[in-house]
């Protein structure tokens, strides 16, 4: 199969994923090496996994390397081209399954030696550290509007070759100032596919007293970073291009 965008988006959410909830169960699930290291390694983590993912999304066909529907949708909504949001979509939704499967496939051992459902549900899909609809779905509108913004600096054509070069850093950087900054409320999922393909991967996998994938938060980190995206990409459109 030749290199393609759709591949690229694929294999580097798959990536992004993978490395991304990898550190999440490196903290909290029993009787790893990082267990209990906390929360900044878990933003760290989150950043260098971004970083990673847009790394092999370019390497494998995908200049944008969005890895994340939010991403595509504020782009398209900024140039009025549509025309790849539904591959990129599907593509990251199949990535981000399939990198919480390879999570469940290299934990596995852990997750049997932890008992708390929730904390294995973590590993896979964000939550509210205290549940309050409305503003949940503020924290993942904001942190997404802020990831938008922050990309759109970061691409922006006054930047030349710089871009080019250090661009897959500087989003690592970004995402994990929004990690720490504001990743306090929701976990900061600021990316559908992030949340909604592993949250997919759990309920359907065979984990061990797993409990519930807490459907009726679900939709918060979907609609909360398309909103969030959305409003950026208009801001773009109108402001900054």
């Known amino acids: 199969m030749q290199v393609s965008p759709f591949l690229g988006e694929l294999i580097g959410t798959m990536v992004l994923l993978l490395l991304g909830d990898g550190v999440v169960a490196n903290v909290i699930l029993k009787q790893t090496k990082g267990h209990n290291a906390g929360w900044i390694v878990i933003t760290a983590g989150w950043a260098f996994a971004v970083t990673m993912g847009v790394f092999v999304a370019k390497a494998f066909g995908s200049i944008d390397a969005h890895l994340s529907p939010a991403v595509t949708i504020a782009f398209a909504v900024a140039t009025d081209n549509y025309s790849n949001v539904v591959p990129y979509i599907t593509a990251q939704m199949i990535g981000a399954f399939l990198g919480a499967v390879l999570v469940w496939l290299f934990y596995q051992p852990h997750f049997a ?78 990316n559908p596919a992030r949340d909604l393909g592993p949250r997919i991967a759990h309920a359907l996998l065979p984990i061990p007293g797993k409990g519930s994938s807490d459907w009726g938060y679900a939709w918060i980190p979907v609609v909360g970073p398309v909103i969030g995206g959305t409003i950026g990409g208009l801001l773009i459109r109108f402001f900054a291009l």
């Open 113 to 190: 030696a932890t008992d708390d459902a929730a904390t294995k549900l973590a590993v896979f899909a964000t939550g509210p550290a205290i549940r309050h609809t409305g503003s949940n779905l503020t924290s993942e509108i904001i942190g997404t509007l802020v990831l938008i913004l922050g990309l759109a600096g970061i691409t922006t054509k006054s930047l030349g070759e710089v871009a080019v070069g250090v661009g897959p850093y500087l989003v690592g950087v970004l995402v994990w100032s929004i990690g720490m900054s504001l990743g306090g409320t929701t976990g900061y999922a600021i």
